[in-house]
């Protein structure tokens, strides 16, 4: 089902927001609307120089931040949180300006940002405490774990969650004392600038966060050259070269990336539930979500009843160009991406592959909509098959037990998400626990897993490398120091002891100390 176009919400006053950006305004790029393909900002492009100046400008802003204490920096996020909440109108305008995502899913990606702010709030100063280890001789010797920030953080961010995405990571690395230099994706940066303007407002250094970007291929690559960490996001393609520069350069980095996910459905399931929520999970954010559903596997005794009920579900989406929450999806980001999509659903039905609801551009809309499409019969040698289309487009698969389930499943170079959907909990956690992957959600279709901001987030194999949420999105952006002290000089052996009675002794003291459980 397809809604009218209502008229249009005021537009916000974006020129603020380009002005954040680093780069002489003369030389700009164009960012548009992407319901109308109409220019609505100019950024201006940063070149190499601009990006080494970010750099110098943050390091020099990062010695006073680090040297505030924790609560004092954990003040600024306060209120940040406080901003989100009360601009969440405008960030939704601005998300769904420059991504044509549906309202719902622009509320939703503003929500993110203060829900991991809030457990960052709570649990930072005592993941980032010194801790206290037993020394290597108990009662002689101590040792004290200090975490020390980095330095500047560099932050590469794409397209598909430009608000959310551009901080998420960007937030705990500055909570552990460090600078950031931003380059949001060149078709979304408006929303990263806006997120910076709410810190700024919250009480944030000026020059600790930069802001550059550019339409070419100048800021990326510049960006991890200079990083004493590097923060990335996006295509596996770009993440391998971003991943051999920094690993050249021996700067940490960590690599959020592709996935091309399966749901299980099992026999058991509730089918009503698994039908509400797949359309969520395969469709939300107009299937330009790393973690959505790519692929579908029903047990064969369910198969038919699951197929034409989804089917019959998806066809009455309700598709459009609106900005208020009537539209349960909206447009594709780019006419580039556009064309992938397309020809994904070309190629496989061009090999026989069935599409059973969707499948065709809907220029009538906007300039970007493709329709929610369901496959059937796709098979192996078909691009969507095994490749992430990262688009509303899903292919249905039967399986006869949860062996076949769980094999077919894990046939994927990535391992970012999964759902699996049963009554029974044990069957459920038994597939679970064999999938290999960052993320498994029972009875949820949606990124439950990543929700959970006290739990690891990230991809096994090809999915990326690193996590994000936890203690280890926070600590990962530190680096350790082990001071141990020495209470008294009992190493190696005293004066005029022979080595072979000093090993002897020591022997004995490991053997005890094992007995002990002192080591
Ligand atoms: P992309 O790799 O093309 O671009 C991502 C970012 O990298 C952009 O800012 C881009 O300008 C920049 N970039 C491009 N070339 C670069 C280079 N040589 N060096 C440094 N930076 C460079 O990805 P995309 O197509 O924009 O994003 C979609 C992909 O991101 C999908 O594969 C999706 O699954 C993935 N993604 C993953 C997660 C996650 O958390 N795992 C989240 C969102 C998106």
């Known amino acids: 089902m397809h809604l009218p176009r209502p008229p249009s919400r005021p537009r916000p006053d974006l020129t603020p927001l380009a002005a954040l950006f680093r780069g002489d305004p003369r030389d700009a790029f164009d960012v548009v609307e992407v319901y109308t393909g109409a220019p609505i900002a100019q950024v201006p492009r940063a070149g190499a120089a601009d990006v080494a100046a970010a750099f110098g400008a943050a390091r020099a802003a990062q010695h006073a931040w680090a040297e505030r204490s924790v609560q004092d920096r954990l003040r600024v ?25 549906a309202r719902r899913m622009a509320f939703e990606e503003m ?31 101590a040792a004290l774990e200090l975490r020390h920030p980095v330095g500047v953080v560099g932050v590469i961010s794409p397209w598909n969650f430009p608000f959310a995405i551009a901080f998420c990571d ?4 500055l909570i552990a004392g460090n600078a950031v230099v931003l380059k949001p994706d060149p078709h979304t940066p408006l929303s990263a600038a806006l997120a910076l303007s709410l810190l700024h407002e919250a009480g944030l250094p000026r020059d600790l966060v930069q802001l550059v970007c550019d339409d070419g291929p100048v800021t990326g690559p510049a960006v991890v050259e200079h990083a004493d960490f590097v923060m990335f996001t996006g295509s596996l393609a770009t993440g391998r070269r971003v991943a051999a520069r920094a690993g050249e350069r021996m700067v940490p980095s960590c690599l959020e990336l592709g996935g091309k ?92 592959a069935r599409v059973l609801v969707g499948g065709r551009p809907r220029p009538d809309l906007g300039p970007t909509f493709y329709e929610p499409t369901v496959l059937e019969g796709v098979t192996e040698g078909m691009r969507v098959h095994r490749e992430e289309t990262f688009g509303p487009v899903v292919a249905l698969y039967p399986f006869s037990d949860a062996e076949e389930a769980v094999r077919l499943a894990n046939d994927s170079e990535y391992g970012l998400n999964a759902s699996v959907w049963s009554t ?96």
């Open 261 to 352: 996910n399966p749901m299980i459905v099992l026999r058991d399931a509730d089918l009503d539930e698994v039908v509400a929520s797949a359309v969520l999970g395969v469709f939300g954010n107009t299937g330009q979500l790393c973690l959505h559903m790519e692929r579908i596997y029903v047990e064969d005794d369910v198969y038919e009843e699951f197929r034409d009920r989804f089917v019959e579900r998806v066809g009455r989406m309700r598709v459009a160009a609106r900005y208020d929450f009537e539209a349960e999806m909206g447009a594709l980001a780019t006419p580039e991406h556009l064309a992938r999509v397309a020809a994904h659903v070309e190629d496989a039905v061009a090999r026989g």
């Open 77 to 101: 996020f306060r209120r940040f949180h406080r901003l989100v909440l009360k601009r969440h109108a405008l960030i939704s305008d601005v998300i769904q300006l420059e991504t044509g995502k």
């Open 170 to 173: 960007a937030i705990p690395a």
């Open 424 to 519: 029974d909990p044990d069957a459920a956690m038994a597939i679970a626990a064999q999938l290999e992957t960052g993320h498994v959600n029972i009875n949820d279709s949606a990124p439950l897993g990543y929700a959970t901001k006290s739990a690891p987030s990230g991809g096994a194999k090809s999915s990326g490398l690193g996590v994000r949420n936890g203690d280890q999105g926070l600590l990962k952006f530190t680096y350790p120091t082990t001071v141990a002290t020495l209470k008294k000089q009992v190493m190696g052996p005293p004066e005029g002891t022979p080595y072979a009675a000093y090993a002897k002794r020591t022997l004995a003291t490991l053997s005890w100390m094992r007995r002990l459980r002192l080591r």
């Open 111 to 141: 929500c993110d940002l203060p829900i991991l702010t809030s457990h960052y709030l709570r649990h930072a100063e005592r993941i980032l405490r010194p801790v206290r280890h037993a020394g290597a001789v108990p009662g002689v010797t």
